[in-house]
């Protein structure tokens, strides 16, 4: 049995987490500073970094507290390393430099994105285990920062497909948000005001990025801007319902479809989509109806930062003998196929 203590920092959510094996979670506090950054209509780095810093050992104290366990009866220290806010990551990072210091437990620097991959393979303790995805796997990451599409055919090994030429699908669904001010983090925003309107009330541009595995969400965000101004200027009330419902559907279909596609081309065996963005219905439901082979999306509370998903991805490197050094830095830009 393999414990770890898992600090997860990379953005606006200070969480700490206990996981057993890989796959079992005994503990997992997260702090979130939504209310913080939305008043704002975005996040502050300094004022999360600041959050980080008054939260953090709360935190950890909770996460041991919950498993019902000490500092030493940990098999090992896993951080988030990156990438993410530099500000935000240093704060995590030094949290477990620390621990490890104290405690002669091994540390592990751990790559935000590959915690993200593993989050399926994430259960309660007092849950029954949910069903491994099956190797080859063909993964969806959709969250604020990044999308991307990754071969895995083996634990830890990773071939990137194709990414996003500019916006990620998170960024995108919080711009178009703010065009139609309906609220931030724009993910949920667009999901509830969209259960109102008609996805096909509006035609939205789709960018195929044909003959890649890329995608591209920067056109359609403008022409939501355009067609929103095209309403300004006549003076007509914006259907803002119809407008998030459409631009919903713009994205998904895009999502699902390359998915879909790059999964038969590499004959993956299962599709696992991670990241904020997962948590969406429509997302959810559109991979259930159309994937011919088994799709795994963890539960909501895994798909936005955690630092669950960290002390999984931590116990596949700790099982690999992949250690870390007390003077590791943050990286801030660490692609997930420079791991």
Partial sequence: ??????????????????????????????????????????????????????????????????????????DAIAVTQGPGLSGSLVIGINMAKGLALASGKPLLGINHLEGHLYSPWLYRAEEDPTPEPEFPVCLLIVSGGHTELVLMRDHLTYERLGSTLDD???????????????????????????EDGDPSAIRFPRAWMRGTWDFSFSGLKTDVLRQVRDYEARGEALPVADFAASFQAAVVEVLVLKTLA????????????????SANKSLREAFQMRSPIPVHVPPFFLCTDNAAMIGSAAYFRFQAGQLSDLDLDALPNWPLNEI
């Avoid at 993910?187 to 969209?194: D, F, H, L, S, Y």
């Avoid at 790059?262 to 963005?277: L, N, P, T």
Wanted: proline letters at 3%.
């Fill in 168 to 194: 990620a699908a998170g960024e995108a669904f919080d711009k178009v948000a703010r065009l139609l001010d309906i609220g931030y983090p724009g993910g949920p925003a667009i999901q509830q005001v969209a």
């Fill in 262 to 277: 790059a999964a038969e081309q590499y004959g993956a065996k299962s599709i696992v989509v991670a990241g904020g963005v």
């Fill in 1 to 74: 049995m393999t414990r770890i203590l898992a600090i997860e920092t990379s953005c606006d959510e200070t969480a700490a987490a206990v996981v057993v094996d890989g796959r079992i979670i005994l503990s997992n506090t997260v702090a979130s500073q939504e209310k913080l950054h939305a008043q704002y209509g975005g996040i502050f780095p300094e004022m999360a970094s600041r959050q980080h810093i008054l939260t953090i050992n709360k935190i950890v104290e909770e996460a041991l507290k919950r498993a019902h366990l000490d500092l030493g009866d940990m």
